[in-house]
């Protein structure tokens, strides 16, 4: 029999912001799911007392519930209560709905420091709003029925088990997006599936470690360096420039590197065609294995494509591409996927962060569902005008109230680098634009070499920034840099 969930035990914490009432209310109800005071099973209060405890208009609640119950995490019965589905907390746990910003980590420590955040120009947050919902709920309302109903699985007689019936599912998807997308062939065996990209590499740590030092951007991904330091690599930083990595310093030593050729991060090069030339060549030359790590290859703007360095001849025996859905889906899909030479492939698929351990299965059944309907297709070509519009706002709003500091990296991605002198501590700057509401990181941050001074700057996101609060972000930054110039 179902329990009800009483007016008084269901606490509601509905955010001012994150788009129209209904559906703050709808991601309010999903968060109660994902930490569990709202269990499979229980029968929902009615939309009038639900509403009248919120003081909210009967109206509003209908229409979060019928959101709800499209997506799957509501079940509604004529002449019975509604009722939380079953499933609908793990799909909750893992993302299957678009929550407020306000739970991700890096502008949840903005928060608590007691800073309102007006301006989120954290780098590598897409907008979860401009995601089409109902390809979106399609998607989880199939994959929890999937996952959950055991009756309709095909594993059994494929002598595989649930979970591998669904990764393995994901993986043939992930074959056409990254084959039509950033023109990677690969085959299903090929892939293997993380939680994330850090995840990925503290996998391959083990295999990095038996070949020496890792070469590593310098500046870079800050996690990316942690996860293979804190795995027991040592960790070599090389410059980059304009074309990005530099090739001619990698140390004769080095049997791997680590790189972003896309969007060199934080820097935001692309590197050239020549270099990425060179750099399969010395993996060739040395027996060196290249981490490519393709955070967000899609999103490129007035520059001609290039494919990734897995594409590229000779590569398949020494590069391991490393993608993630988090860049352009959300950040809370925490799903992530390396495809790796042949010669690595059984030792990766032993670790214990692949695979079903540690990806929720009901996202990674979302996610196929997404790309095999075209929902992820249709929804990239549309977030890419929307970004490319934000972009060129904030970028033009930068030349006419910002002409002093240079812009970086903003042929591709979804950030750029606003540089600075080096006398600037761009540290201190980033903390005063955190205590009024605006929130970035500073460049200097994400440099490894104690003896390099490093650039001041600072790293900017705009996929998250509408274009009608540009200039009201840049005006800020600007009355911050003119206070500490």
């Keep these: 029999m179902a329990r009800f969930a009483k007016q008084s035990q269901l606490m509601l914490r509905i955010d001012s912001t994150g788009g129209v009432l209904p559906r703050r209310v709808a991601s309010a109800l999903v968060e109660a799911m994902a930490e569990g005071r709202l269990a499979d099973g229980d029968a929902m209060p009615s939309t009038r007392v639900l509403a009248a405890s919120l003081g909210l208009s009967r109206s ?188 001619d310093l990698l140390n004769a030593g080095a049997r791997a590197v680590y790189v972003t050729p896309a969007h060199q991060f934080p820097l935001g090069a692309r590197m050239s065609v020549d270099r990425r030339t060179k750099l399969v060549e010395w993996a060739t030359d040395h027996d060196a294995l290249i981490l490519e790590d393709d955070y967000d290859g899609e999103f490129r703007y007035d520059v001609p494509p290039m494919p990734a360095v897995r594409a590229m001849n000779a590569s398949s025996a020494c590069v391991v591409y490393l993608g993630t859905i988090s860049k352009s889906l959300h950040r809370s899909m925490r799903i992530s996927w390396a495809v790796v030479p042949p010669q690595h492939r059984e030792f990766l698929r032993q670790h214990p962060l692949q695979g079903a351990d540690s990806v929720n299965l009901v996202a990674a059944a979302a996610l196929a569902e997404f790309i095999s309907t075209g929902g992820l297709a249709r929804h990239i070509v549309s977030a890419h005008r929307t970004y490319a519009a934000r972009r060129q706002r904030f970028t033009k709003a930068c030349s006419e109230l910002l002409p002093q500091l240079t812009q970086r990296g903003v042929d591709a991605g979804l950030h750029l680098v606003l540089q600075m002198d080096r006398t600037v501590d761009d540290t201190r700057v980033v903390r005063e634009l955190h205590a009024r509401g605006l929130a970035c990181t500073a460049l200097s941050d994400s440099y490894l070499h104690s003896t390099t001074r490093p650039q001041s700057g600072l790293v900017c996101g705009y996929s998250a920034l509408p274009e009608s609060h540009a200039e009201d972000a840049v005006k800020l930054i600007r009355e911050v840099c003119y206070r500490q110039g």
Aim: charged fraction near 25%; include cysteine; proline fraction near 6%.
């Design 60 to 247: 509003v609640v209908v229409t979060a519930y019928e959101e709800l119950i499209a997506s799957g995490f509501l079940c509604a019965k004529p002449g019975a209560s509604t009722i939380v589905e079953v499933g609908a907390g793990r799909a909750a746990r893992a993302g299957a709905f678009t929550l407020p910003s306000r739970n991700d980590p890096q502008v949840r420590s903005v928060s608590d420091r007691n800073a309102r955040v007006r301006f989120n120009l954290l780098p590598g947050h897409p907008d979860p709003e401009l995601i089409r919902q109902g390809d979106w709920n399609r998607a989880w309302k199939s994959a929890s029925r999937k996952v959950m109903n055991h009756a309709d699985m095909l594993a059994g007689s494929l002598g595989t088990t649930d979970a591998e019936y669904h990764l393995n599912r994901l993986k043939a998807e992930l074959v056409g997006h990254i084959r039509r997308t950033r023109s990677v062939v690969a085959a299903v065996e090929d892939i293997l599936i993380f939680p994330g990209i850090t995840t990925a590499l503290t996998a391959l740590a083990p295999i990095l470690a038996d070949r020496g030092p890792v070469a590593f951007e310098d500046p870079g991904y800050v996690k990316a360096r942690k996860a293979l330091q804190y795995s027991g690599v040592q960790v070599r930083p090389v410059p980059v420039d304009s074309e990005g990595l530099r090739i």
